[in-house]
């Protein structure tokens, strides 16, 4: 189980955002980069810019973990609203999340199978019976935009080859970051997952830790 000491803060280093190289993303490129300015505060700096008014320490930073760990995979650590990304140097890039409300979040160890930029958004059919004032309005889906649920970019979570409806994703409402508040996923300030989801590949591994397990220090 990891532990408080496999998190140590040290400083932050910026993503690097690789081109797009596939048919479909280059036919898309230009409305993307148009919507990824949009959910981009001016002159940004991961380190240092909160317009959103959240906590400072939900902001990215580079931190040390063990060495024992997978790189690529993800962690999160539903306690202290944590997300890791692990690299190969033994560190890692920590950001603030909020998880799902109430019994709605779901820990566990999954795959991610499939990743998107600017995914259409459809509320799952227990979306749409616990919650049909909210939901059944969307039941036709919602195209991909800057006020979509999942935002700019969503990582696919899977059991197997079974699709669990849980993503991990961007949000238009990042005020929420930090708090429980979704109906199952994990959510990520637009420009936070931006930046990282290009490092993120497809077969990686996102271990989701109980609400009540302590990984990290809330620092």
């Given amino acids: 189980m990891l532990t408080r000491r496999h998190f140590v803060v040290t400083s932050f280093a910026l993503f690097s955002q690789p081109i797009a190289n596939t048919a479909t993303a280059a036919a898309s490129s230009s409305q993307w980069a148009a919507w990824d300015a949009q959910v981009t505060p001016p002159d940004y700096d991961p380190a240092t810019s909160n317009p959103w008014g959240f906590h400072p320490r939900f902001l990215p930073q580079r931190v040390e973990t063990s060495r024992s760990l997978v790189p690529g995979d993800i962690h999160v650590d539903a306690v202290a609203r944590y997300l890791y990304y692990i690299e190969a140097d033994g560190t890692a890039l920590r950001f603030g999340v909020a998880i799902a409300r109430g019994n709605l979040y779901e820990p566990g160890i999954y795959s991610i199978r499939r990743k998107a930029k600017w995914p259409r958004w459809t509320p799952t059919a227990d ?79 996102a271990h989701l830790y109980p609400a009540e397990q302590y990984v990290t220090a809330g620092s």
């Fill in 127 to 205: 979306m749409i019976r616990r919650d049909p004032q909210d939901y059944a309005q969307f039941a036709d889906g919602v195209p991909g935009g800057p006020a979509n649920p999942l935002g700019a970019r969503a990582f696919y979570l899977f059991e197997g080859g079974r699709d669990t409806y849980l993503r991990i994703h961007g949000t238009p409402y990042p005020r929420s970051i930090g708090g429980r508040a979704s109906s199952g996923c994990v959510r990520m300030v637009m420009p936070h997952i931006i930046g990282l989801y290009d490092q993120v590949s497809a077969g990686a591994t």
